[in-house]
């Protein structure tokens, strides 16, 4: 499923994400704890406030009470009532500060308890202490009142110790989770830059291989296409060697045929003619016979002549292509009812037979092309040349060529191909234009170089 290469990454990276999440989680967690910290200590410390203000507001009233208790004198009494309304005030306060505290909540219930019955103690002493001071201040010498106020406060300091301590314990929790917190950053930042390098040095690995496999591929790419490129060559030149050599072949066929057939034929001709004087007045009969065989070899003869002019063309040895292709064309011409359109200037530079043979033949494959498949009415045969380059033209104004015509493909299909091959040998180009409505044309350019041109004409520069 994975590229092998890929897996350490993506196991890398899973693990990444897994550990920074974690990481993220409890920091969060801490974070939440930390909050829950502050809000406590926030809580500790108003609980201390209150207690503290509670005992001072105790000791307030008793010490209105007792100023009151000693003087007999009222006045000495408003930080008692003063003390009462706070008092319960700051126990109500208390109360719900201990909420959520259910130990807080118990030793308070102690403490309120103590705190009420001296309240209590006062709220009596009072009472009796305006009808008889005496009365009063005897119930205030049971000691009862100040051992209870003894208790409440001594309950108040142990609530006040508690407090202070859950105050430092929290905030010894919260140091801690400020620290783990700390060390959970730097984790997530190490990790990260330990995922980055990673992830970066794999990305360059990766991109220093894809350079190299490119320029791997470029490199066969260039060897590829040198190694095309000469096949093309040699496939090239062995073409022209073919063609040569076919050449060659067709030329020592003519030459055998016209020679040694050609003599014999001949030779023949003579030796009936003598016998037919002989036997022409004695035997009519055998003179019939030997007529009719000296038209069949005349026949022969003829047979000969076209075989020699299709091997090698003599016209073309004798009189140059100019005649030989105003000749082809009008031979083709006439046989498949066309008007032929033929423009060859005369002073068409000579050139070396076999690239005359070679034109020649583009020409003639061209006609047997167009008779074959055009259907044309009108077939013009142009060439042209300037001071470095021969141009020729063949068109007809037939159906052109058919529209799935693949020129890639030769199987069965020789002749545009040989002739592609002819005017590579001589180092020039073709192209051929088609469409339905204006037929078919060819276009050879060959520049005229020294391998096209006969000696006398190669200019200086070029030998
Ligand atoms: N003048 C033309 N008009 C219409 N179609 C043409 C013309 N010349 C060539 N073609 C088309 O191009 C094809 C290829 O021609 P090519 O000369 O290469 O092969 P061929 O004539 O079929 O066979 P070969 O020449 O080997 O005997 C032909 O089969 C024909 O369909
Ligand atoms: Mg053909």
Not at 271 to 300: C, F, I, N, Y
Not at 341 to 355: F, G, K, M, T
Request: net charge neutral; aromatic share 4%.
């Amino acid at each position: 499923m994975f590229k092998p290469s890929l897996v350490p990454h993506t196991l890398l990276l899973a693990g990444g994400i897994v550990l920074t999440v974690a990481v993220l989680v409890a920091s969060e967690t801490g974070n939440i704890r930390l909050r829950e910290s502050y809000t406590d200590v926030i809580r500790s410390q108003r609980v201390q406030t209150e207690l503290a203000a509670l005992n001072s507001e105790l000791v307030n009233a008793e010490a209105g009470q007792r100023g009151f208790l000693i003087t007999g004198k009222e006045s000495y009494l408003e930080p008692y009532y003063k003390a009462l309304p706070r008092i319960n005030e700051l126990m109500a306060q208390i109360r719900a500060d201990y909420a959520q505290d259910r130990d807080g909540l118990r030793m308070f219930g102690d403490t309120s308890r103590l705190i009420s019955s001296k309240l209590n103690e006062m709220a009596l002493t009072l009472v009796y202490g305006k009808r008889d001071l005496e009365v009063a201040l005897d119930l205030v010498r049971t000691d009862y009142g100040k051992q209870t106020m003894d208790n409440a406060r001594r309950d108040l300091e142990n609530l006040l110790a508690r407090e202070a301590g859950s105050v430092s314990h929290r905030l010894e929790g919260a140091d801690r989770n400020v620290q783990l917190s700390r060390y959970g950053i730097a984790l997530l930042t190490a990790i990260n830059i330990m995922l980055l390098v990673a992830i970066g040095l794999g990305h360059a690995r990766r991109l220093s291989q894809a350079e190299a496999e490119r320029s791997q591929l470029e490199e066969e790419g260039v060897r590829l296409d040198r190694k095309v490129r000469a096949r093309t060559r040699q496939l090239s030149a062995l073409a022209g060697h073919l063609q040569r050599v076919t050449e060659d072949e067709k030329t020592r066929l003519a030459r055998e045929l016209h020679d040694e057939l050609g003599a014999i034929l001949t030779a023949i001709k003579l030796d009936l003619h003598w016998v037919r004087r002989r036997v022409q007045d004695t035997q009519p009969e055998a003179a019939e016979k030997l007529s009719r065989v000296m038209l069949h070899v005349d026949q022969g003869i003829q047979i000969k002549r076209r075989l020699i002019e299709d091997l090698r063309p003599t016209v073309l040895l004798n009189l140059g292509l100019r005649a030989a292709l105003c000749q082809l064309v009008e031979d083709v011409g006439t046989r498949n009812n066309w008007e032929t359109e033929v423009r060859v200037p005369e002073d068409l530079p000579p050139l070396r037979d076999d690239a005359a043979i070679a034109l020649y033949r583009i020409v003639q494959e061209s006609l047997t092309n167009a008779s074959k498949y055009s259907e044309a009415r009108h077939v013009r045969v142009w060439l042209d040349f300037t001071t470095t380059q021969l141009t020729l033209t063949v068109r007809d104004d037939g159906k052109g060529m058919p529209p799935d015509f693949d020129a890639g493909s030769t199987s069965g299909h020789h002749g545009l191909l040989g002739m592609e091959q002819r005017v590579t040998a001589l180092g020039g180009s073709m192209r051929i234009d088609s469409s339905p409505s204006s037929g078919v044309s060819i276009r050879v350019e060959v520049p005229l170089t020294a391998s096209v041109l006969a000696p006398a004409e190669v200019p200086e520069s070029e030998t």
